[in-house]
């Protein structure tokens, strides 16, 4: 950031509009955490592995695509290498211990549904892996891609079948667990709408 402060632009700032940022914006070069917005903290499940995500986005409508950051050192990055199907299972702010737990240990050096108080793994219907019985929504996924950066690799998989709890995904009604990066969580605490 620190070299967009005195970088060329390609046309001039509009009049009155200043041409680099003024106090009380600081800029940084390396700090992914602190521009880090709050995102929903998931339960992805790599064949029978669950991972906590909070890298995550839907990318395309038709086919329905989405796409998930996976830290290349994780144990789930090396079967997604295999190509394994995933699940991505979207919990109420309710499981964030279980959740917690699923990013504190690997993988391959245990059985992380043995750790977790109240999470039980079911077979999905369309795809080669675990989900979660008690998420609120779940998402049945094929690799489309995993494209490797020197950190993590962006997964691509295509939707292929959803899951979801009739009644309990109204804004009103749940509460997801959010992550703030650091080691930071929080949750939504009220949904508000636009008056049509």
Not at 35 to 42: D, E, K, M, S
Not at 96 to 109: I, M, P, V
Not at 175 to 189: D, E
């Amino acid at each position: 950031m620190d070299r967009l402060k005195n970088a060329d632009h390609a046309l001039p700032p509009p009049d009155g509009v200043p041409s680099t940022p003024r106090a009380p914006f600081k800029t940084l070069t390396e700090a992914y955490f602190l521009g880090y917005v709050p995102r929903p903290l998931a339960l992805m499940c790599v064949g029978e592995n669950p991972l906590a995500v909070a890298w995550h986005a839907p990318i395309n409508k038709d086919p329905f695509l989405y796409a998930v950051a996976i830290d290349r050192t994780n144990h789930s990055h090396r079967l997604l290498e295999e190509g394994r199907d995933f699940t991505l299972n979207f919990l109420s702010a309710d499981y964030l211990e279980d959740l917690l737990l699923s990013g504190q240990h690997h993988g391959d050096k245990l059985d992380k549904w043995k750790l977790f108080k109240s999470l039980k793994p079911v077979r999905a219907l369309k795809v080669n892996a675990l989900m979660v019985e008690q998420a609120l929504l779940v998402y049945e996924c094929r690799q489309e891609g995993l494209i490797g950066f020197a950190d993590h690799s962006l997964l691509v998989g295509r939707v292929e079948l959803l899951h979801y709890k009739r009644g309990k995904l109204k804004p009103d009604r749940v509460r997801y667990p959010l992550h703030m990066g650091k080691g930071y969580f929080s949750k939504n605490s009220r949904a508000y709408t636009l008056k049509r």
